[in-house]
């Protein structure tokens, strides 16, 4: 038989392939939509981590086209923002140079994968006609009053000199470049995702993701319940409103604090006190949100001035402290130390009185060396409260106060809204003119794509203002509305922009006239799997849902959730579990592999190196085992080909057994034990080899089960096997439970040559297992002293005994 040449068969199907796509739509099969996140086209090419995603993603997307589905498998590049640009500066290249060179190279190596890719839905997120509807999505939010200006601290990389949104600061740090974020004071384009952030928590529901994305999410959103309640300020006519999730604690109120950014924290001073704030508030602007929540001694300085607690009328000091944040609530909080830990220890630190207000069994605790922070017990030293349980108080503390006259109930979000602002070259700019008369006005909607215009100058200029700003010819414009003079925005859009809707875009990538058009967007979306990594969870994800949202809400589609199963998959590391990247000098191409043992062999090491969801540890001698097996897998296909073996009970169990387990483990997404199981079921396919052959269905099915994996090996042995279509064209194969069941045969037990008993096994027990029955059935027949244990399998059991 011809021996197994992966260079011959991989160059021969990829061609065949080309001139006969194997994923074709007849307008009558079921759609089913896979799709992998987009790459960023970086300079550094891809590695074998990057085609881990991509081998699980086509894998399921070529079993579900044996299901009977039409797959809509797209690929596309998200290449404007910060990553592509910034490797521009490096190499000293313009970003649409530099970014046409990576697209093509990614998509060269990406090829290597033979992943059923369709070419012609292809997007790029920086190509006019794309952006083109990122914009007008803009231009829409901004006439429904999503998009809106406003000047506020945001976060700012003193690194890539940009703002960047609340979920791009992680731990303190730039998601980008780990720099540490300060914050800047800018005039910024925000979208109102906040209006979605009931939709968005609730939508969860609806949703086959892992729960640990779902939390993440919701976690994010961070809905509370609670209450506002007004404090009088003492010798004064304002009030200071708090926001708190603990109304039921109200009595145990020993302090107030003020974030230092409260409109009245400054004026709060009194004359002695007056030097101390001022300082402790400019210091605290220095700071970043998650610095200031970090956990570290808390600092505060008194203000001199006291607030009444509106239920029982005792005077508060009012405090100043950066542990309250501007930005939540109402960036006031009132202060119960024997029940929350921050101001337990605020409390501990400057000597402020603690009330405890609930007690375990109604007793007070003596001496509190820590808050007491569950919500059950019985409230003590509350007055008209005294007695009453704290978790019905939390309850009903809000209603209560509502009555009373001195606040509301109310409901709070950690979510903010986007900061959309970038102030740097490489992006969508975004499509408003300011006129001094008209105001922000958008570029009317047939006149986008607003290009971006060439510069000279595309390194970041740090003053808060994008290159485009230098460029008066593009800058200087007449407004739409008016006629007048007037000026465009120069800030970009967020790298994030274009990858919050083109999953949208690849079912109908040449539309002129529509981001998408109802037919196609009808027929074929939403997303049926996404795969990707666990890193965009509260980025991508959620920008994503929310564009959705959008869209439908305008009707340009008519479903509000854009993925409805997402897997995301673990990373592939270095050594010791080293995360891989050109400055550890541990980043290994497959572009080698695939050369020496082809790409039927990387993907199935690939999957074979560790459950998907998984990180695992890459070792380049695995996939030699991986080779080693595809080649015994051919041999034994070849060798049985023409024997023309006629099918048994035995052979037809071993079928079903095998698809049973292959289909089982695909399903439950178990991909590396698929391939133990081929590993499994080809050694036990060899040995009846041996022991006369296999059958042309049983050697059939195991080369369908094997398409979706080694599609190259699985499309010629089915041409050897005699066909002349692909083997893409078959019908995934069901197992039958009742052919998989064991035989069972009856045989005598014997003592000293004497039948005795007769009992049932499955024609392939153990010899152990036999031996166990036969012993039970003889019970006290048996002497206690065996000589020796004889079974013949399948015939006879005989003990000899004295
Ligand atoms: C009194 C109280 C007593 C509180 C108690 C907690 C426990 P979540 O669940 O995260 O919404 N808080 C309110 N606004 C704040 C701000 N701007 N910065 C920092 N902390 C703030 O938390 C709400 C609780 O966090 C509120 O309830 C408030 O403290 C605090 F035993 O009020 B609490
Ligand atoms: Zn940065």
């Known amino acids: 038989a011809t021996p197994y040449n992966h260079k011959e068969i991989e160059k021969k199907w990829r061609q065949n392939w080309e001139k006969n796509p194997v994923n074709v739509n007849d307008g009558k099969k079921p759609k089913y939509y896979c799709l992998d996140m987009f790459p960023y086209p970086s300079g550094n090419g891809l590695h074998v981590g990057h085609w881990r995603g991509y081998v699980i993603s086509d894998v399921w997307s070529r079993y ?63 190509d006019p006609n794309f952006y083109k509807w990122t914009q007008w999505i803009f231009v829409k939010m901004f006439k429904e009053g999503l998009a809106y200006e406003k000047e506020m601290p945001i976060n700012w990389c003193p690194s890539c000199k940009t703002g960047l949104a609340n979920e791009e600061v992680v731990n303190g740090n730039c998601e980008r470049c780990g720099s540490p974020v300060t914050k800047k004071n800018l005039k910024q384009w925000m979208l109102r995702i906040t209006k979605y952030a009931d939709r968005l928590l609730e939508d969860l529901n609806k949703l086959d993701w892992p729960e640990k994305v779902k939390k993440m999410q919701t976690d994010w959103i961070g809905k509370s319940y609670g209450a506002e309640v007004d404090f009088p300020i003492d010798g004064r006519d304002e009030k200071i409103t708090v926001y708190t999730t603990r109304p039921d604690t109200l009595h145990g109120a020993t302090f107030m604090v003020l974030a230092p950014e409260h409109a009245l924290a400054a004026s ?58 501007a930005d939540y609530g109402t960036g006031a909080i009132m202060c119960v130390p024997a029940h929350d830990d921050r101001d337990f220890e605020f409390a501990t630190k400057f ?109 970041p200029t740090g003053t808060g203002e994008s290159p485009l700003a230098a460029i008066d010819s593009w800058v200087n414009t007449t407004c739409p509305k008016c006629g007048a003079p007037a000026k465009r925005e120069t800030n970009t859009m967020p790298q994030w922009a274009g990858s919050s809707w083109y999953f949208l875009r690849y079912v109908d990538s040449h539309n002129k006239d529509e981001l998408v058009s109802r037919e196609k967007a009808d027929k074929y979306l939403p997303v049926d799997m996404y795969i ?93 085992g991986v080779y080693r097996f595809l080649n015994r897998f051919w041999n034994m296909v070849l060798q049985n080909k023409d024997k023309d073996v006629k099918e048994t009970k035995e052979l037809v169990k071993l079928r079903h057994k095998m698809v049973y387990d292959i289909t089982s483990r695909l399903e439950s997404f178990s991909l590396n034990t698929v391939i133990s199981g081929f590993m499994e079921y080809n050694n036990k396919l060899i040995e009846m080899t041996k022991k006369g052959g296999v059958d042309k269905e049983t050697l059939e099915t195991a080369v369908i089960l094997m398409a979706p994996f080694a599609p190259h090996v699985a499309e010629e042995l089915w041409q050897q096997l005699g066909h002349d279509t692909s083997v893409f064209k ?67 059991v005989n003990i000899v005994q004295k």
């Open 268 to 325: 709060l001073a009194t004359p002695e006190n007056k030097e101390a704030v001022d300082k402790y508030i400019y210091e605290a602007s220095m700071k970043s949100n998650v610095d200031r929540l970090q956990d570290k001694e808390k600092t505060g300085v008194f203000t001199g001035s006291y607030a009444i607690n509106p239920l029982n009328g005792a005077k508060t000091p009012i405090w100043i402290s950066d542990y309250v944040l």
């Open 64 to 126: 579900k086209m044996l299901q009977g589905y039409y797959l809509i498998h797209p690929m596309g590049w998200d290449a404007f923002g910060l990553p592509a640009e910034n490797y521009a500066i490096k190499m000293g290249v313009h970003p649409a140079k530099s970014t046409a060179e990576n697209v093509a190279n990614i998509k060269r190596q990406i090829n290597e994968i033979a992943a059923v890719y369709d070419w012609d839905m292809e997007v790029n997120t920086t």
């Open 351 to 459: 000597n402020i009185p603690i009330i405890q207000v609930i007690a375990k069994d109604g007793k007070a605790i003596e001496n509190m060396t820590e808050a007491y922070t569950e919500a059950s017990g019985t409230m003590i030293n509350s007055g008209e409260w005294n007695g009453m349980e704290s978790a019905v108080l939390k309850k009903e503390a809000p209603m209560i106060i509502e009555e009373k006259g001195f606040g509301r109930k109310t409901v709070n979000y950690k979510l903010r809204d986007w900061v959309f602002s970038r102030q740097r070259y490489w992006g969508e700019p975004i499509p408003i003119v300011h006129c001094p008369k008209c105001g922000c006005v958008p570029v009317p909607e047939e006149e986008l794509p607003l290009l971006l215009p060439e510069v000279e100058s595309y390194q």
């Open 730 to 796: 078959n019908t995934w194969p069901s197992a039958d439970e009742e052919a998989m069941k064991d035989d069972e045969v009856e045989i005598p037990v014997q003592i000293n040559g004497k039948t005795k008993a007769v009992i049932s096994i499955s024609a392939d027990e153990a010899k152990d297992a036999v031996i166990a029955k036969a012993k039970e059935v003889l019970g006290d027949r048996l002497s206690g002293n065996i000589v020796k244990e004889i079974y013949v399998p399948g015939k006879i």
């Open 532 to 624: 990707g990594g666990v890193e965009h969870a509260v980025l991508h994800l959620l920008y994503s849902r929310f564009y959705t949202k959008f869209l439908y809400d305008i009707g340009v589609i008519d479903f509000d959730e854009p993925f409805h199963k997402l897997f995301n998959q673990g990373m592939i590391t270095g050594k010791n579990g080293i995360k891989m990247s050109k400055s550890k000098g541990n980043v290994i191409s497959p572009d080698d592999l695939v050369r020496d043992y082809g790409c039927d062999s990387l993907r199935m090491y690939e999957l074979f190196v560790g459950p998907p969801e998984l990180d695992s540890e890459w070792d380049d001698r695995g996939i030699d």
